[in-house]
């Protein structure tokens, strides 16, 4: 028989102790067994996306200088054309030096500090200098050209391609060259083209795709000499974002016939690969083109609208294993909007519809399988929930609007105080004796808080909505997303008043959703059916694994990193996936 070493003419190394973290891309895929531990261990690269701090200004075809964690959106149309500088410092935006011409659709480079953008305008030649205060016109580019593309330094620029010489629009294959006081003239690209986007330094740079009469893929690299067509990237479009060298960058966004997209492709410096698209499709944002190809921004542009949106990207080799979903033991009876409470080995599950008939049904579950336990003494759905799978709370539901709470002690459920407003579609927080019913149909913003006896009225949060998501504590909480119709918000409860916070990556109703407190929370699936899986820091909503199966109407109960997703519509299904992300892991970022 043919082993693998005489395949490979290699063996997985046999260690007792894992190696030390990954520092670079050239060990991602290395592969060993720990036999401390007894596992099979790898170096696993993956990409995220997650939203931060917006713009101050929405706006589009801005220009951009600097890294993730010091950038600068530079002019842009707002419209009119703007002369804002925005910087930002990895968390959010503050205002900085105007540009002295305002203007759109030109080139940048360099840092936040050390910054510059060129072209636009009329006769599009302008170039100005930052210093991370205040902008200074310096030496004219010799071609006037707007949408052109640029890499590199204040003291060692590059800019090519471009719509002009203004005022005769044609695509331009001009390329030029910046010593920190003149532009030259250097060697044309090979396809003339507006709207590409630069990567890396004046001596080693990359012009990544554009507009000739379509939108092309092509990617052409320059060694401070002349440009050399290379490997396209795999989705034709132009005024992308990008950041990184000729030999590690990342591409996202951009325009293409007939829309705007999200993808995300990365740079070997011979390949180009898709990996985790951005959570916002837009074209002419900023992005961070000093910084490495690890971590990268996108913020502002063209979606649907102008926008403010920002996002930051990171490539991050792990450890071990990343996050993921994986098949649990499907429930007994298959249902959805019932209550979960519980962690991901130790759920309780209770009430819901099932196959368009209201249930009393309760279920435990041990981590492997599904037992019938007491029902609940009235059954609906549509209801709040909390506690755990030994001491659990059903409040409210439907499908008749009631103000029925009932606890359950591990063996049977009793009824406890009524609510002040009877609803359905909320959702609870909390424990058996300190808990919280939130929202609910008809779009309340009523919150109700319980001591284990009754109810009592407290601050309501700023969106009345229905059929949200939500959890924590009666001191630490959130309430997110909903139907209003479906707004994105995302609140936080700190024990007395409900403040607006970081909105959901994408809006949504009747999701799935976990949430230890107002700094640790999970939601996945929901309507419009969607297996998306996003996790919250107390900041930010961030991408992780998705779901295998697309659902709404579903349950969850656990933490952001040990979570379970029961049943759901399509109707009764009986489906139950389980999410692990692994601890203790070591993320490499640069």
């Known amino acids: 028989m043919t082993t693998y070493r005489e395949i490979k003419g290699l063996k997985v190394p046999y260690l007792d102790a894992d190696l030390p973290s990954a520092s670079a891309d050239t060990q991602e895929g290395g592969v060993w067994y720990n036999s401390a531990t007894g596992k099979l261990r790898a170096f696993i690269a993956f990409d995220t996306w997650s939203t931060t701090a917006p713009l101050a200004q929405e706006r589009v075809s801005i220009a951009s200088v600097g890294t993730q964690t010091a950038a600068a959106a530079c002019g842009g149309s707002e419209p009119p054309n703007s002369a804002k500088t925005e910087e930002y410092n990895g968390s959010g935006w503050a205002a900085g030096g105007d540009i002295n011409t305002a203007r759109a659709e030109m080139g940048g480079m360099g840092t936040q500090t050390a910054g510059m953008i060129c072209g636009s305008g009329s006769p599009g030649i302008v170039t100005e200098k930052y210093d991370g205060s205040s902008w200074t016109e310096v030496n004219d580019m010799n071609n006037g050209r707007i949408l052109n593309g640029a890499a590199g330094t204040q003291t060692a620029g590059l800019t090519f391609g471009g719509d002009g010489p203004i005022p005769s629009p044609a695509n331009s294959n001009a390329s030029e060259e910046y010593d920190g006081t003149n532009w030259a003239e250097g060697n044309n690209l090979n396809t003339a083209r507006q709207g590409s986007q630069g990567i890396g330094i004046q001596t080693a740079a990359l012009a990544v795709g554009g507009y000739v009469s379509a939108y092309v893929a092509n990617s052409e690299t320059y060694d401070g000499t002349s440009w050399t067509e290379g490997n396209d990237i795999n989705t034709a479009r132009g005024r992308l974002g990008a950041s990184g060298l000729s030999s590690a960058g990342v591409v996202f966004g951009g325009q293409t016939a007939p829309t705007r997209v999200a993808n995300t ?28 190809m690890t971590a990268s921004l996108m913020g502002g542009g063209f979606s649907t609208a102008r926008t403010a949106i920002t996002e930051e990207f990171a490539h991050q080799i792990l450890t071990y294993t ?37 249930v009393a049904t309760s279920e435990e579950y041990d981590g492997s399988a599904w037992a019938e336990g007491n029902n609940l003494n009235t059954g609906r759905e549509n209801v709040g929930d909390g506690g755990t799978q030994t001491a659990g709370i059903c409040i409210g539901g439907g499908p008749s609007d009631v103000a029925i709470v009932e606890t359950y002690n591990g063996s049977s459920w009793t009824e406890a105080g009524d609510l002040n407003s009877a609803r359905r579609a909320l959702t609870g927080a909390g424990t058996t004796t300190a808990a919280l019913a939130i929202g609910g149909f008809p779009n309340v913003a009523s919150v109700e808080s319980f001591d284990g006896s009754s109810w009592t009225e407290i601050a309501d949060i700023n969106t009345g909505r229905s059929a949200l998501g939500g959890g924590g504590t009666t001191t630490s909480a959130l309430a997110f997303g909903g139907y209003t119709p479906v707004p994105a918000n995302t609140e936080s409860w700190n024990g007395t008043a409900w403040s607006e916070v970081n909105d959901l990556i994408t809006a949504r109703r009747l999701m799935g959703a976990t949430a230890a407190s107002n700094s640790s929370a999970a939601i996945f699936g929901g309507s419009p059916d969607t297996a998306e899986t996003r996790t919250w820091d107390g900041t930010a909503w961030a991408t992780t694994a998705d779901m295998a199966e697309a659902r709404s109407s579903l349950k969850g109960a656990g933490t952001g990193t040990a979570m379970i997703a029961c049943s759901g519509d399509p109707l009764g299904i009986q489906n139950v996936e389980e999410f692990t992300q692994p601890q203790n892991v070591e993320v490499i970022t640069d």
């Open 265 to 292: 492709e990365i740079y070997d410096g011979t390949s180009w690969t898709e990996t985790t698209d951005m959570s916002t499709a837009r074209n002419g944002g900023c992005s961070s083109p000093a910084g490495p």
């Open 322 to 358: 990343p996050a993921s979903w994986a098949s649990g033991a499907n429930l007994n009876v298959g249902r959805m909007d019932a209550a979960c409470a519980g962690t991901k080995s130790a759920t309780l599950f209770a009430g819901g519809n099932a196959s368009n008939t209201v």
